[in-house]
């Protein structure tokens, strides 16, 4: 098999794009978008899997994982790890027979580098992973309609969790004490978009959002706890400024419906106070039909009318 240009855009996908893994749909849409069938990308991905650049899900990883969905996942396998850390610098030879201890080597290479080598999918956090290469695609797909806007910098939920920030929170007891409480935080994701005429006007341009893609299962109390540590705790932080390089930002919390919205958008008033307008929600349904960036989908706590993240002038 030669190896193709396009096997590495595809490997650098789910590495750099996907945080360790992509869908079938995924690499269809961004691999081969013109195509009237799958036999092109099906022979493609089975010579790459053939070769262990990449892996594939089967029946059992979801029965095993009880996972509902059933896309078809791919992530790096052996070959495909060395070939990513052999490209940012790693002078490690490939070896045909991968003993666990090469793979480990492989492993320590790329956090060297500050990526992981995810060797099979979190199942059990599946659908949220693949919505957060949705909602990556699409705010791409959002800014290639904004001539005037440019996206800076994409940071991963791997990022957070292996180098996370402590932040201290204080909050009021049930009998009107003080408490104070440390959490780290750990986004989902974080992305900064730049407005390149303020920019070249020498003024202030770069607007920077941290994710929380809250998929309807964890209990309120522990949201808030989110919350608490995530919102002005964490924005007005120097741990923060001294990570993103100033203390401006937004929290942009995704959720699975109205209801559910309704409910936490209270607990961030109630616990988080003046400072729940460092946060703004939407629903997956809302976002996934309409311009995630330009369309009015965003609601602030306390706000009447939700609003776009970039007014459309």
Not at 18 to 38: M, N, Q, V
Not at 71 to 79: A, N, S, T
Not at 98 to 112: F, G, V
């Amino acid at each position: 098999m030669q190896f193709q240009e396009r096997d590495g855009e595809i490997l650098k996908f789910i590495q750099f794009i996907g945080d360790g893994i992509a869908s079938r749909r995924h690499l269809r849409e961004i691999f081969w978008p013109d195509a009237k069938t799958d036999r092109a990308m099906d022979r493609r991905l089975s010579k790459l899997g053939e070769k262990s650049y990449i892996r594939w899900s089967t029946k059992t990883h979801y029965k095993s994982a009880g996972e509902p969905s059933r896309e078809r996942i791919v992530w790096l396998g052996p070959r495909g790890a060395w070939w990513l850390a052999h490209k940012l610098g790693s002078p490690l030879n490939y070896l045909d027979k991968a003993s666990e201890t090469w793979k480990r080597r492989i492993e320590k290479e790329l956090r060297s580098f500050g990526y992981r080598w995810l060797r099979e999918p979190k199942w059990i956090q599946l659908r949220h992973d693949l919505e957060a290469i949705n909602f990556r695609l699409a705010v791409e797909s959002a800014l290639s309609r904004m001539p005037d806007f440019s996206l800076e910098e994409w940071r991963l939920e791997s990022c957070f969790r292996a180098d996370y920030d402590t932040v201290e929170y204080r909050t009021l007891g049930r009998g009107g004490e003080l408490k104070r409480g440390m959490k780290g935080v750990q986004p989902d994701g974080y992305f900064m978009i730049v407005n390149m005429v303020r920019h070249n006007a020498g003024l202030s341009a770069r607007t920077r959002f941290l994710l929380e893609l809250d998929q309807g299962t964890a209990d309120l109390e522990r949201m808030s706890e989110k919350f608490l540590a995530g919102g002005p705790a964490y924005i007005n932080s120097h741990a923060f400024a001294k990570r993103f390089g100033d203390n401006k930002a937004h929290w942009l919390v995704i959720t699975t419906g109205k209801t559910r919205m309704k409910h936490l958008i209270d607990k961030v008033i109630e616990k988080v106070g003046p400072g729940a307008k460092a946060f703004l929600f939407t629903t997956s349904q809302k976002w996934k039909k309409e311009n995630v960036l330009t369309s009015p989908i965003w609601l602030q706590p306390e706000g009447k009318v939700p609003g776009s993240l970039f007014p459309a002038s």
